[in-house]
């Protein structure tokens, strides 16, 4: 048995990753070691420990007729030896062992080598994995290790396939009267899968919030009632109708044009016809959302063809209002200033950072979004808020009602919606775990975080909101590596005054300890839009009027804050860092509009940092070939790797669609970053790495292999990083880089540095 461990390893991931369902990816898997191993025989029992069997689940060479029928007690047969032992088992000619025992049909006698490794998840026995060669020599003792590896990769992938079962049908009795009282668990309970944003777990009811949801996120799903359906569809209709009504009576000032508008609505939604069609479709049975999808959008595409400008325009109308009732079937409320009475998951098919504030209270406990990208501006919000988002869970708006209990895993990516018992418990188990790693952890805060070969690395904290200089603190940061101003500038009704934002700064600064504070201008436009700034309708918003470009433009409101922040600075260690720098240019005017403000603050004997250090963010890939020259002009540099990621690899980096290409390991995205590292060192000056990569620790072992040694992240990875740090050695991680800037692709790399990392990356 030749082959890469590491490739199998990764080709093993990316496989749980593809497929749609635990079965899927079971059976995908033991295909691959056989066809890698060249082995004749692999299998997956799953143990049921209510009934203390064995039953095979997914097989490659055993008669696939026996999946689900193979059952064995756990004291006979050799697999059973795997449970029994929780330890490997290796036999040659397993004929001859006490142990073996025929099952009719299975095949099995033919096999010369056995080799069993049980499969363990948070220390439970699961099942076992079983490989068996025709050839003696198929299988060696010195393979054991390898196979140990495989179980405890796909432990987690089995554990979700038992998870899944026991909804369907293996509970034990005990569970199936233990209900949650508004939860009906008899109902289909679905376990969704998404892209893990969070290093956390949340628990609540779901809710929807309103404009979130369009029919491009709707899907038929099978329906047992048909009459509920119809139920369903006419209390949806009624409700929007009230919303209208409610809207119309509550709001003042409605124009004549507006009042016909609202009456077309009224009327569409008493239109028996209409309803008649939508009910005609579930009668076939399809679910009310698909059927008022395809009547909807029939009508809609009717309207359009219509060839009356007036009439072909009421499309628009048509479908508002189908989304209204669309709103109303999965339960959005339409009503934007909800308070949560209990706790609270918000499911939405995307949310704006902006809507993420407005909404954000203590019942607010986690985020499932149907799209959304790892680094959007909204994961950062929810990430500095602490609360747990699991993004790109595709059909999670056809499958979650209003009410449903959720289990939001933003580690996994897993949201489980009315979960059993089980599955409630191991979780509060595991948060309990938690705890206990975050408390062990803390006896780190005081700690240097040190190379074993004596390196220092700074980690900072990225920040937006006051509320997170407490969490800086309380995680161990030396300083606040970023500090993003627009937030506070997102939620209110103008930009704040001078006044304001220098009692604003001056807080965070007192709050601060006597760390240093970078302060970066505010970064708005792309996906962070202020209600009171007229925004161009812009086709690539990210490529458009934002950040510095936006600022410059507003140059009032940006002197503004610059004024702000220099005033602020008298109350502790201030730099000021520019976003999104593209050229020189842009460099000579903020450096002229810092020392005009600063002129005329002298002027009026107003005290501040004179010394005030300027720095930008090298964000855009075309700053980085000019770098050498824009050093000439600034006192330090913080890279964006989110947007330079974006820029440089051409990927969205909000969109889902894409997110298999927004990969940090992409040659290019090592080898541009390196290049920044290795100019500030050249030129001496500070250089901070900011952005979401800047927690994940096969980035930070490359960073510290450029020579980088100030890192900017989220306050709480802090603790863990710290941790990662202290046990790698500088030395290494400049072996390890160099050998990487010569490999081909992000695959490549990702596998050696998981091989060189081992245990220090899980
Ligand atoms: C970045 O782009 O990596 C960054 C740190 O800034 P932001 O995420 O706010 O764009
Ligand atoms: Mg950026």
């Known amino acids: 048995m030749h082959h890469n461990q590491n490739h199998i390893l990764e080709d093993i991931l990316e496989t749980i990753t593809a497929s749609d369902n635990p079965d899927q990816s079971l059976d995908r898997i033991v295909r691959i070691i056989a066809d890698r191993f060249n082995i004749d025989v692999c299998s997956v029992y799953v143990y049921n420990p209510y009934v203390n069997n064995l039953v095979l689940k997914a097989t490659v060479g055993l008669n696939e007729a026996s999946i689900g029928i ?19 088992v290796f036999i040659v000619n397993p004929v001859t062992h006490e142990r073996f025992k025929y099952y009719e049909g299975s095949g099995e006698e033919v096999y010369k080598t056995f080799l069993g490794v049980p499969l363990i998840y948070h220390k439970k026995v699961l099942g076992a994995l079983v490989a068996q060669t025709l050839a003696e020599e198929g299988i060696q003792k010195t393979d054991i290790h390898l196979f140990q590896n495989i179980a405890s990769q796909i432990a987690a992938t089995v554990a979700f396939t038992i998870l899944q079962e026991d909804r369907l049908q293996t509970s034990p009795p005990k ?38 949801i369009d029919f491009d996120q709707v899907h038929q ?47 569409f939604l008493s239109d028996q016809s209409l ?82 504030l407005a909404i954000r209270q203590p019942n607010l406990k986690g985020i499932v979004l149907a799209k959304g990208g790892r680094t959007s501006h909204t994961v950062i919000m929810a990430k500095s808020l602490e609360i747990p988002i699991v993004i790109g869970v595709e059909g999670v708006l056809d499958t979650v009602r209003v009410n449903d209990y959720l289990i939001v895993d933003g580690v996994s990516g897993f949201v489980y919606a009315n979960p059993t018992p089980e599955i409630r418990q191991e979780y509060e188990r595991r948060q309990e775990e938690n705890k206990q ?178 720095g930008i963010m090298v964000e855009v890939p075309a700053a980085v070939p000019i770098l050498d020259r824009m050093l000439k002009y600034v006192d330090f540099v913080n890279i964006g790797t989110n947007d330079l990621m974006q820029y440089l ?29 290795s100019v500030c060192n050249r030129f001496e000056k500070q250089l901070c790495i900011c952005g979401e990569a800047a927690s994940v620790k096969v980035c930070i072992f490359l960073f510290i292999g450029m020579g980088a040694t100030h890192i900017s992240m989220v306050p709480s990875a802090i603790p863990g990083v710290k941790q990662f740090i202290r046990a790698i050695a500088h030395q290494d991680a400049k072996d390890a880089l160099n050998a990487c800037l010569q490999m081909e692709d992000a695959k490549e790399i990702g596998a050696y540095l998981k091989e060189k990392l081992g245990n220090l990356i899980t």
């Open 70 to 88: 193979i059952e064995m007690d756990i004291d006979e047969g050799l697999t059973g030896l795997v449970i029994e032992n929780m330890a490997p």
């Open 175 to 212: 569970t199936q009267s233990v209900t949650d009282e508004t939860t009906d668990i008899t109902d289909k309970s679905p376990l969704l899968r998404g892209e893990p944003a969070s290093d956390r777990v949340a628990f609540g009811y779901a809710q929807y919030i309103f404009e979130t």
């Open 221 to 267: 799903i099978a329906i047992t009632d048909i009459t509920k359906e119809i139920k369903r569809l006419e209390k949806a209709f009624k409700s929007a109708a009230a919303q209208i009504k409610h809207v119309a009576e509550h709001t003042r000032g409605i124009s004549d044009q507006e009042r016909a508008i609202i009456e077309a609505h009224l009327m």
């Open 275 to 356: 309803r008649k069609k939508i009910v005609t479709k579930i009668s076939h049975n399809l679910c009310a959302e698909y059927a008022l999808k395809q009547v909807i959008l029939e009508y809609e595409e009717m309207f359009k063809s219509i060839d009356d400008p007036y009439l072909s325009e009421r499309s628009a109308d048509i479908l508002d209002i189908g989304r209204r009732v669309l709103g109303n079937l999965v339960g959005m409320s339409g009503d934007s200033d909800q308070a949560f009475t209990r706790d609270t998951i918000i499911v939405a098919s995307d949310i704006s950072p902006v809507d993420l």
């Open 437 to 614: 790693t975050l408390k062990k952890l803390e006896g780190l805060r005081n700690k240097p975080a040190e190379t074993t070969d004596g390196k220092f690395i700074r980690l900072g904290a990225n920040i937006g909101l006051l509320s997170d200089m407490m969490l800086a603190r309380q995680y161990g940061a030396d300083d606040i590596g970023l500090y993003r101003t627009e937030f506070p500038f997102l939620l209110r009704k103008a930009f704040p005054s001078e006044n304001e934002q220098v009692s604003l700064y001056e807080r965070m600064l007192k709050k601060s300890n006597g760390r240093s504070v970078t302060i970066r201008t505010f970064d708005v436009g792309g996906d962070k839009f202020l209600s009171y700034v007229d925004y161009p309708k812009e086709d690539n918003p990210f490529l458009g009027w934002r950040s510095i470009r936006l600022s410059l433009d507003l140059e009032d409101v940006f002197r503004t804050q610059i004024r702000a922040i220099l005033r602020a600075s008298a109350f502790g260690k201030t730099k000021i860092l520019f976003p999104m720098i593209t050229s020189i240019e842009e460099i000579r005017r903020v450096i002229s509009i810092v020392s005009e403000e600063k002129e005329s603050l002298n002027q009026q004997s107003v005290d501040y940092d004179r010394d005030i250090k300027l």
């Open 649 to 677: 690899l051409a990927v969205d980096r909000n969109n889902k669609k894409v997110a298999v290409h927004f990969n940090v390991l992409h040659p290019s995205v090592i080898a541009t970053i390196d290049q920044i590292v």
